[in-house]
RNA sequence: GGAGCCGUAGUUAAGUCGGUUAUAACGCCGGCCUGUCACGCCGGAGGGCGCGGGUUCGAGUCCCGUCGGCUCCGCCA
């Protein structure tokens, strides 16, 4: 081991250029592989901006030549040398820097390393948990490196276009109150205060109103949100959110800052041009996708079939009919399903509450199904027709799939949303490449929670509805559409908000019909219905999801690829080994004890 | 709370119908090699199959339980 001395890096690794030709330099870094040759070492060193060949020749330097057969793989290296032209082929086209090398004159050793559990390269197929548990030698990829850089260039960004736009970022506190609507809360318990508890936001919500209220007009935060909630491959229980909120305001106003913002953002970091961003109301996108956050990126959409079904006789489409329910259809062009496929479609619908998927086989010949028998000629047509099924397509000469689902509204278009979504993939209905941006409007307020026998807030309880619409708040709560609006980018949720309630009353009115009691919304929210007696400009805002952003910017199948420290399945942190027991000290000072389940 | 997939050298995997000493590649260690870049060649070390129990003459292989990782349902205003 020795010490840097007087040497400082002259650039980083990656910027080793032709430009640089016969010049001195002094590089640092981490050696990514050697290649003794008994006379000539290679070793290829990498740092943060990529990689460049060092070539340690006996003729030249024998002493730093000799010094050179000690060094392995990750060891922290310094070397002085000379930027040099390669031979004439021996160029390295898939290296940035493949066209020089460093001739070596000295070499220092700053750090052995031991050899590490994994190769450190992109193509590792080292498994996910034990890359986690070295988390530090896995985000020493260039794959991740690049993740954490496109995150950090989007921060940058956004903060750029918002302070730009008069935004000002105004941080929230971290212990705050917890809140009974919503997910789940993480305690935190008060040390002065023994039995009571701060919770983690679970978003900035009531703080950001509170600072329109105080007139700061426009505000934003780049912030931890925290929900304990079980996590998914895009659900971590911390996440980032870009937070925003404005002033004297409608929703035009902030769906319209919205895409400037993301504009801004693809623009400066993926150099995409976005354009305008198509809209769709809840009612729309749950009609012809199935669920409230559509994929755009193919068809594939569903077909109301109620009327052309109602007559047949076959029962479950009956049934379901005369229940109030709905029959929907998705035409799959050009498929030869065999049957075990179709039971594994049935086996999706299942999942997703569907009690059966009947299925018609379309070809020259005709209908071929097990409820063909059902349905008269004239039927079929007019179900061929509806869904835009034909026998044979000129091409191969394949036939159509038709997928039914009859049941309640709700059930028949999630079943059929998510089946489309897995059709979309498995049929690689979906372009690889692109961003395709939907907006999601006019949610309703409520909706009604069976467990619980009260309504409950879509969006959040501090949302505004229609204008059209209040006096069904009376009349027809679950009729009432909400100025909510979401941004879905290729299926997946990327943002959320709303025109808040900006009157007491009316929110006062909101809890009522949530079934929160005034003495609980004044013990929970008491400080906001205060605030907002006070003077309050009608606001609304907006909160993107910066993790699920990025890792769709990054092509990452989960925002674990876009989180330094991210946590397993069940919230663990495989590195530092959180959470943790606690020492009885720890626990006694805090007035807690902890009560082991069976 | 539930469903599915997966746990075998440091890593990734193979392991037949239950049958001697568990196999390979990469990595690691040693040696040779002056134009490699997944360098090459020769040699070597390294695991008892996540953990616990059971069936059996005999279990990595079968059964039960449990722990862990991933995907999903519920949950996530």
């Not at 340690?56 to 930027?83: M, S, W």
């Amino acid at each position: 081991m020795e010490t840097l001395g007087n040497w400082r890096r002259s650039c980083y690794c990656g910027e080793a250029s032709p430009s640089f030709m016969g010049a001195q330099v002094i590089l640092m870094g981490w050696v990514q592989r050697r290649r003794d040759h008994g006379g000539l070492i290679f070793v290829d060193l990498r740092d943060r901006e990529g990689i460049v060949q060092l070539v340690f020749n006996p003729a030249e330097e024998p002493l730093t030549h000799e010094k050179a057969h000690t060094i392995r793989c990750e060891y922290v290296i310094a070397v002085k040398g000379t930027v040099s032209k390669r031979p004439v082929g021996t160029e390295n086209p898939s290296l940035k820097t493949g066209a020089v090398e460093i001739k070596v004159k000295d070499l220092k050793i700053l750090t052995e390393a031991a050899a590490p559990p994994f190769l450190i390269e992109d193509s590792t197929d080292a498994g996910e948990d034990v890359r986690l548990k070295y988390r530090y030698l896995d985000l020493r990829r260039p794959g991740l490196q690049k993740n954490l850089i496109i995150r950090h260039r989007v921060c940058l960004s956004a903060r750029d276009y918002l302070s730009k736009n008069g935004f000002l970022e105004i941080e929230t506190p971290v212990l705050t109150k917890s809140t009974p609507e919503g997910a789940r809360d993480f305690l935190v318990p008060s040390r002065l205060n023994p039995g009571h508890f701060y919770a983690l936001p679970q978003s900035p919500q009531l703080f950001k109103q509170i600072l329109m209220v105080s007139g700061f007009d426009r505000y934003f935060q780049i912030v931890k949100c925290y929900r304990d909630e079980d996590l998914r491959a895009d659900r971590q229980p911390e996440f980032t959110q870009i937070d925003l909120e404005m002033s004297f305001v409608d929703r035009e106003d902030v769906m319209g800052l919205s895409e400037g913002l993301l504009s801004h953002i693809f623009k400066e970091v993926m150099g995409v041009e976005l354009k305008n961003i198509p809209r769709m109301t809840y009612e729309e996108a749950v009609g012809r996708y199935g669920l409230d956050k559509p994929d755009v990126r193919f068809a594939l959409e569903l077909k109301d079939v109620t009327d052309a079904v109602r007559a047949s006789s076959f029962k479950v489409f009956s049934d379901a009919i005369s229940k109030g329910g709905i029959v929907k259809a998705i035409c799959v062009k050009g498929v030869e399903f065999t049957r075990k496929e179709l039971d594994e479609l049935a086996g999706i619908a299942s999942t997703f509450g569907g009690k059966g998927l009947a299925w018609v086989k379309v070809s020259g010949e005709g209908w071929q199904s097990p409820i063909a028998k059902f349905f008269g000629e004239e039927d079929r047509k007019r179900i061929d027709s509806c869904v835009g099924a034909r026998g044979t397509h000129p091409k191969d000469g394949s036939g159509d799939l038709i997928l039914f689902s009859a049941d309640r509204k709700e059930v028949v278009n999630t079943v059929l949303g998510m089946l489309r979504v897995f059709l979309g993939n498995r049929l690689n209905l979906i372009p690889k490449e692109g961003f395709s941006f939907v907006w999601v409007t006019d949610f309703p307020l409520f909706e009604y929670d069976e467990t619980e026998k009260r309504y409950v807030s879509v969006h959040h309880p501090f949302t505004s509805f229609l204008d059209e619409d209040a006096e069904k708040l009376e009349t027809n709560p679950l009729g009432v559409r909400s100025k909510a609006y979401d941004m879905v980018l290729n299926g997946e949720e990327i943002g959320g908000g709303s025109i808040r309630v900006h009157g007491q009353k009316v929110q006062s009115k909101i809890f009522d019909l949530l079934g929160i009691g005034k003495e609980e919304a004044g013990e929970k929210f008491g400080f906001l219905l205060d605030a907002l007696s006070f003077g309050t400009p009608p606001h609304g805002g907006i909160a993107f999801g910066l993790d699920r952003i990025i890792a769709i910017m990054t092509g990452s199948d989960s925002i674990r690829d876009v989180i330094a420290f991210p946590k397993t399945q069940r919230a663990f942190c495989m590195m530092s080994a959180a959470p943790s027991e606690v020492d009885k000290k720890q626990l006694d000072e805090l007035s807690l004890k902890v009560v082991k389940k069976e």
